[in-house]
């Protein structure tokens, strides 16, 4: 391997534990490689705060706990090669090697939206072949189910550029171009290729009305998700979620034509220059594993407005929920839990739990006879519990449902207006949990799954107070009088309400809640 | 004489502050017209957003009734039941 040429551009490199210094009159995107393997890519100014006459580059948060031992850091300008700065460094106090690996010690790097991941310069041919069959297996499946899908993003740019994944990425996507050309139709249309994927058996995770995410099972038995992006043309410009909006021809997509990738033959739009350009602007040949986004606003409130909003809060439970023990959690019901069944006084027949979240009411309930089904959008926080109820053999069937997805709730509402003999309903921190659009869906679905009588239970986080309950639980105070109004208005009554401050468990710290008993009297 | 010069001196000055005055009061209502206009700007913006939003709640509500009223047409209690729960899996 020949020798890298010294970097001219970038001077008075220093590395501590801060992050990275350097100065440079002009823009440049460097590398950082530990130990010959690149970990992370900033752009010096962009990214950078200016210090000492150059600039600053913090290391990412998500790389800070690798960050304590030795490395052989090489700083590499990203597209001359040049090497800016290469010695042996300590970060911390450890004296190890600093390895950025997962816990199956498989190496990580960081990608272009700061987060650690399996990047492609880290996997072999053989490793990335899943992959490659997934995408096609994918492909395969938005053609059977009427639409003509291709790599796009980075995958696309990947073919392109070299006919190979992009070192920096770590995932791929598909996107496709609608035949039609209006919001509710694109929309209408997704709906209904999830239906076609879901029937043919893979698992689907909805981004937006018009983008989501399809589980494909590897051979070695991990999964991979693969992003399909919906798009449609209108008024003389391409929309694709979830970045672009540019003025564009139907004849630069259709009819399809074909690139390469590691290898396979694959469709593309039938000008790839001309949606490179309408995705990364005219410098797309140019390397840039640290490219950020520059979406106009227009775009965004466009996309936004048509589409999004069906993600309240989402990933910071996903987060949460990622970081729990596989261990179901100690089955100790919430005071809640044990005041709604002395309220019942062993008349109820179902419980239903809006937000069941990890679910340890609904098994305590369900251990004492009731039927019991809990309802969440994030339902991996009840994979423990579920797994125990299933074990126990207790009537405790966990269940989907997004309030932000109104059809969501229309159907769920449906199948709990079935439920035969008394049935409660509980929202236990829920309404303070998410938006706005979400409480009136919330509020739908209780009125719907009390249609033939019943209670709804209600507590609610109405002041902040001194503990950390509220951003453990991701939840927003709200004040009693919403909630009363918004289920008056719904044609409710309120039956009892009370606040109270609660204390966290051995501390004086504490929050306050609001608690409502709620019929819908006929 | 002197008294008559005092006086012209004295409406300059009054003169000059009565159009600054003036000034200050147009640009007073030009600056506020432009605020009210920053204001039904924002207000438009949020109204045609509302209006976008209207998209995919509409969509849902299509793809909800297409998908599930057929089965309440023909009564078939069975089949709506099932009908339920499959497209409750295909969410």
């Known amino acids: 391997m020949p020798e890298a040429p010294p970097s001219a551009t970038v001077t008075a490199v220093r590395v501590d534990d801060e992050g990275v210094r350097a100065r440079s009159e002009d823009e440049v995107v460097l590398d950082v490689l530990f130990d010959g393997r690149r970990i992370w890519s900033f752009w010096l100014q962009r990214d950078g705060e200016p210090s000492g006459g150059g600039y600053l580059v913090r290391w990412p948060p998500a790389l800070r706990r690798f960050l304590d031992g030795t490395t052989r850091l090489r700083l590499v300008e990203h597209v001359s090669g040049a090497t800016a700065f290469d010695a042996d460094v300590r970060l911390g106090t450890g004296g190890d090697r600093i390895a950025v690996v997962n816990e199956r010690g498989l190496p990580l790097g960081i990608d272009k939206s700061l987060r650690l991941a399996q990047t492609f310069d880290t996997r072999s041919a053989e490793h990335v072949a899943p992959l490659l069959d997934s995408i096609e297996e994918v492909l395969g499946a938005l053609h059977t189910a009427g639409v003509e899908a291709f790599p796009a993003y980075g995958t696309l740019l990947g073919a392109v550029r070299g006919g190979r994944l992009i070192g920096h990425d770590s995932d791929a996507d598909l996107g496709y171009v609608s035949e039609h050309s209006h919001p509710v139709d694109v929309v209408r249309e997704s709906f209904r290729l999830q239906r076609a994927l879901a029937d043919m058996g893979y698992r689907i995770t909805r981004y937006s009305g018009a983008a989501f995410k399809v589980d494909v099972v590897e051979a070695d038995g991990s999964v991979r998700g693969l992003d399909v992006f919906g798009g449609f043309l209108a008024g003389g410009h391409l929309h694709l979620m979830g970045e672009i909006r540019t003025p564009y021809r139907r004849d630069q997509i259709f009819p399809l034509g074909r690139t390469t990738l590691e290898g396979r033959e694959l469709p593309a739009p039938a000008d790839t220059d001309a949606f490179l350009t309408a995705t990364y602007g005219p410098s797309w040949r140019v390397p840039d594993p640290a490219y950020h986004f520059e979406t106009p606003v227009s775009t965004h409130r466009r996309l936004n407005g048509w589409f999004r909003g069906t993600r309240v809060r989402r990933e910071s439970w996903d987060r949460t929920y990622s970081r729990l023990p596989r261990t179901p959690p100690p089955i100790v019901p919430s005071p809640f839990a044990r005041w709604v069944r002395r309220q019942e006084r062993g008349r109820v027949t179902t419980v239903v739990d809006i937000g069941c979240g990890q679910a340890v009411d609904d098994l305590w309930l369900a251990r004492r006879g009731v039927s019991v089904v809990g309802l969440d959008y994030a339902l991996r926080g009840s994979d423990a519990v579920a797994a125990l109820a299933a074990q126990e053999q207790v009537d405790l069937e966990l269940r989907h449902l997004n309030l932000c997805e109104l059809r969501s709730v229309l159907t769920e509402g449906a199948r709990l207006a079935r439920l035969p003999g008394r049935t409660v309903v509980t929202v236990r921190h829920v309404a303070e949990a998410t938006d706005r659009v979400g409480r009136r869906h919330l509020w739908r679905a209780c009125e719907m799954a009390l249609r033939g009588g019943g209670r709804l239970y209600v507590e609610v986080l109405v002041g902040r107070g001194d503990d950390e309950f509220a951003a453990e639980q991701h939840l927003r105070p709200l004040p009693l009088r919403t909630v009363v109004a918004e289920l008056e208005a719904r044609g409710a009554t309120v039956v009892s309400r009370r606040q109270r401050r609660v204390s966290s468990p051995g501390s004086r710290a504490g929050h306050r809640i609001g608690r409502l008993v709620v019929e819908w009297q006929r | ?91």
Do not use: F, H, N, W
């Not at chain 2, 709640?57 to 089949?79: H, I, K, N, S």
């Open chain 2, 1 to 91: 004489m002197a008294a008559v010069r005092d006086i012209r001196a004295g409406l300059r000055v009054r003169g000059k502050a009565a159009a600054r005055q003036l000034g200050a009061m147009r640009a007073g209502v030009r600056s506020q017209g432009l605020e009210a206009l920053r204001e039904r700007v924002a207000t438009l913006e949020d109204e045609v957003q509302e209006c976008r939003q209207l998209q995919l709640r509409l969509a849902e509500l299509t793809d909800v009734v297409e998908e599930l009223l057929l089965p309440v047409a023909q009564r078939d209690e069975e089949r709506l039941g099932a009908l339920l729960e499959t497209y409750s899996r295909g969410l």
